[in-house]
């Protein structure tokens, strides 16, 4: 497999103007016949078409095929394998393609195939091309209209993108047939098709211009009763885009289904989002606070892009970013309106930490738009997602709310029926506003997470505090240097008294605020403030401004100042991270060095007033008092000491549990009230009680136990259910294996419960979990060729248990490579994301490393390889 470039972009040839499909729907074939309207792009061909046209196509058979309704003789076209070339073809025509293809076979579960006897698709990003030939580019954008003939007793439901147009009753063949047109113009990403037996929910939501738009969500009979929340988030979404970004829903109907079999969370189809099961179906007994937010936030995600990628689309794949980042930007300020909004940005910097640090890191980084790829269904990543999100988000702080809906507006004022590139979005950013984003442009180019350093100086004399700023960004394959960024730097500066100094530079004559925003630009930078009447604590990064990693000289006491008494609640919780984080990791050194472990009593008496203090948004105070993860703290070391890790935070945590044991008992007894479920402040309080809940457990003493039991017994909502399950799972006590057994009996007609009853297990600290994991694979309930089923166990134990997983025996290592080898026949994308959890190898010790390696080596040289896994596997060994 070979690589693509972005630098060798050319338009197409070749434009679609229309799109005209009929599938004929099958157990054993499935035919398509496609009718195209084509003609030379006058871009690249100016004098009519002197070129091949070149459609791709893959595993499909050729049935017929015409121009302007004469059959091509076999010399005027070639058939490959990953295409079909006509070699000389008019300057404007009708080309007519029938194809056949097996959707029951498809296990990849991109392109049509088959779900719980349904017929789906996925088409994003080259999917399409499986459906039929196709130029299958983003930049292709064409009206469709779809017929889908079927079985009408074993498909009743048929549907498309768009309006339906035309439909007939059951024929004496027992088949039906309907017509949906789509209006809007769309490259061939966004077709969906959906066949089956499906119920439906129906609601309406009125425009702000007063159109009636009619909503439907599709799920499998006995799934109607799991709809509301997403159907609520899905009006709340489409009344968010018309007040923030004047938006508002441009077809008659816009329909949802939720599958259970799916690669990934969603996909934004133009009138036909298509869904996992896992983001629309939620009710309290058997989802969790954090699967409502989920789907109230992938909702949105979906919706959102009806605009971010849909009526503006992308150019080519490189610009993923371009939709993607600003859609999760989208709907990350979407669910802070809705919900707590520094809640929301410390879940949402957390993500961010765990995920795409590390992906900057190490060797798959590059940037939120790429140079290059081999798969690019390898590049949906937490860099081209959530980085991207963060670039957007500076925008929005650079130039202030106002200014960035100026942009908004001029981006789809220049731009709706377009597909574009980053550069036409930041453009616009500019041309609206008249900022200068030149040098910003290098977020768009630049992988690495930069590093800023920070020193501040305070002169008593001249009341003045110097603060010098230095920025850098390591190396990343192919970009051995970088160039300074255009860093937005929110800041504060605290007096002794813990209040916000009013910010004056010296070479302003008023201060600007308590807060504000500086311009950080240059690899070294001094900014002076005047009127500064004591030494301040500065309170640097504040929101998380900037997606960058801060080095600041503080003392303990200057974050147990900042803890207790910054006005930015992000920043407050970020100064516990951090002293929490230097303890811990001063507790491996000791650790390593034999010397006895001991936790700071500052740091005690800090959790304690926060767990304390009756003023504290619960959901925060939970947060606060949570240490920093095995994962964040393993990033921090230069080789990650797994066991070290998780052995001092397993000690840190009894030694918060038994200081705090009468307030966190007294805590949880307040909160503990098996109070009527809702999606409010209640979720707050749940996590605070499953918080306190947690650090008794880790003494495991007969009153927790009985707690924890009782609340595994008596809790309605399944939030407080699994918080209990989750800390029996991790003991050897007798309660464990029955608790297990009884959920599952419980729950095993619901996939998405058994799916956390896979991934509880998988995520165990015992030692004998990789053993249970292995048996597991042969469970009744477990099905490889479900995603969320491979997610769970397999992901859940390589990715989210890092004690077993990096097992010194690497065991665990030899475990995913026979699961990522079984995967790429199946579903190349899935194995792809398994494989990746090997990316990080070479920051483990030698012994890890070596192990890691031979894994790794040994999928590389496996025979048939999917380019998905190849990219990764090749990529990660360089
Ligand atoms: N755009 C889809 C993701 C498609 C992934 C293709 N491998 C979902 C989303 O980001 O909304
Ligand atoms: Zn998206």
Redesign the pocket.
């Known amino acids: 497999p070979k690589a693509i470039h972005l630098k060798d972009y050319a338009p197409p040839p070749y434009l679609i103007d229309t799109v005209d499909l009929t599938f004929d729907l099958g157990e054993e074939v499935t035919r398509v016949r496609s009718s195209l309207q084509l003609r030379a792009n006058p871009v690249r061909l100016p004098d009519g078409a002197p070129v091949p046209l070149v459609l791709d196509g893959q595993e499909l058979k050729l049935v017929s095929l015409a121009i302007d309704g004469r059959t091509l003789e076999p010399a005027e076209y070639a058939i490959g394998p990953e295409s079909l070339t006509i070699f000389d073809p008019p300057a404007a025509f009708a080309l007519e393609v029938e194809t056949e293809l097996k959707p029951q076979e498809n296990t990849s579960l991109e392109g049509l195939y088959r779900t719980s006897g349904n017929f789906c698709t996925?088409c994003?990003?080259e999917g399409f091309r499986k459906i039929t030939y196709f130029l299958d580019r983003p930049d292709v954008m064409a009206r469709y209209r779809t017929t889908i003939t079927a079985d009408a007793l074993k498909y009743p439901v048929l549907l498309s993108n768009g309006n339906l147009v035309a439909a007939s009753k059951m024929g004496h063949d027992g088949r039906h047939t309907v017509t949906w047109e789509d209006p809007f113009a769309k490259p061939c990403y966004l077709f969906a098709l959906v066949a089956g037996v499906l119920v439906h929910v129906e609601d309406s939501y009125v425009t702000r211009s007063g159109r009636t738009v009619t909503l439907r969500i599709y799920v499998e009979p006995g799934n109607q009763d799991k709809c509301d929340h997403a159907m609520r988030s899905l009006k709340k979404s489409m009344a968010w885009d018309e007040n923030v970004y004047g938006l508002e829903y441009d077809l008659d109907i816009f329909m949802i289904v939720a599958v259970g079999d799916f690669?990934?969370?969603?996909?934004?189809n133009k009138g036909l989002n298509v869904f996992n099961t896992k983001y629309i179906l939620a009710r309290p007994e058997s989802a969790t606070d954090t699967d409502f937010l989920g789907v109230e936030a992938v909702v949105a995600?979906?919706y959102f892009?009806n605009w971010t990628?849909n009526r503006v689309t992308c150019r080519d794949w490189f610009q993923l970013s371009l939709k993607?980042g600003l859609?999760v930007f989208r709907d990350q300020e979407f669910s802070s309106d809705l919900n707590s909004r520094p809640v929301k940005r410390i879940a949402d910097v957390q993500r961010l930490r765990a995920a795409q640090f590390p992906e900057d890191s190490g060797p798959m980084a590059h940037p939120i738009r790429p140079d290059s790829y081999i798969e690019i269904?390898n590049f949906?990543t937490t860099t081209v997602?959530e980085k991207g999100a963060e670039v957007v988000r500076m925008i929005h702080t650079l130039l202030g709310a106002e200014g960035y809906r100026k942009g908004i507006d001029l981006y789809f004022e220049r731009h709706d029926g377009q597909a574009v590139t980053c550069d036409d979005f930041v453009a616009a950013m500019e041309d609206a506003t008249g900022k200068d984003l030149s040098q910003f442009r290098r977020w768009y180019s630049q992988a690495g997470t930069p590093e800023l350093d920070i020193s501040g100086e305070y002169d008593g004399h001249g009341r003045t505090y110097r603060l010098t700023v230095r920025q850098s960004c390591p190396p990343s394959p192919g970009q051995p240097v970088k160039q300074p960024y255009h860093i937005p730097l929110a800041l504060g500066l605290l007096d002794p008294q813990g209040a916000d100094i009013p910010l004056r530079l010296k070479t302003e004559d008023v201060p600007k605020g308590t807060s504000r925003v500086l311009d950080v630009t240059e690899a070294e930078q001094v900014f002076e403030f005047a009127d500064v009447p004591a030494p301040p604590v500065p309170s640097l990064l504040r929101g998380f401004s900037a997606p960058v990693k801060l080095r600041m000289s503080y003392t303990d006491d200057d974050l147990t100042f900042l803890m207790a008494n910054d006005s930015d609640a992000f920043n407050r919780w970020e100064a516990g991270q951090t002293l929490g984080t230097r303890l811990l990791l001063g507790l491996v050194e000791d650790r390593a060095a034999g010397r006895p472990l001991e936790l700071s009593r500052g740091f005690l008496d800090a959790l304690d007033k926060i767990l304390n203090d009756p003023a504290l948004d619960h959901a925060f105070a939970a947060q606060a008092l949570t240490l920093p993860s095995e994962g964040y703290l393993g990033q921090q070391m230069p080789v990650i000491d797994v066991d070290g890790i998780h052995e001092v935070r397993g000690f840190a945590r009894k030694a918060i549990a038994a200081h705090l044991r009468d307030d966190l008992l007294s805590t949880y007894r307040a909160l503990g009230g098996n109070e009527p479920f809702a999606i409010d402040a209640a979720i707050g309080r749940r996590s605070l009680k499953n918080l306190a809940l947690g650090y008794l457990m880790s003494l495991e003493d007969a009153e927790a136990v009985e707690l924890c039991v009782g609340q595994f017994h008596n809790a309605h909502a399944m939030t407080d259910v699994i918080a209990a399950l989750g800390l029996l799972n991790d003991t050897h006590l007798p309660q464990r294996d029955a608790a297990l057994a009884r959920f599952y009996e419980t729950w095993k007609n619901e996939p998405l419960v058994v799916d956390k009853w896979f991934s509880i297990q998988a995520m165990s600290e015992r030692p004998e979990t990789l053993a249970e994991v292995r048996s597991l694979l042969n469970h009744p309930a477990f099905e490889i060729r479900n995603p969320n089923k491979v997610y769970a166990l397999i992901g859940g134990f390589a990715g989210g248990n890092a004690v077993r997983f990096h097992d010194s025996s690497g065991a665990g290592y030899e475990f995913l490579a026979d699961q990522v080898l079984t995967l790429n026949g199946l579903n190349p994308?899935v194995a792809s994301r398994m494989v990746k959890l090997f990316a990080r190898w070479r920051k483990y010790d030698d012994r890890r490393q070596a192990f890691m390696r031979a894994q790794l080596e040994r999928i590389v040289g496996a025979p048939n390889l999917s380019p998905d896994v190849f990219e990764i596997a090749s990529k990660s060994l360089q």
């Open positions: 996925q994003e990003a690669n990934m969370g969603a996909m934004e995600h979906e892009h990628g993607e859609t269904n949906y997602y994308q």
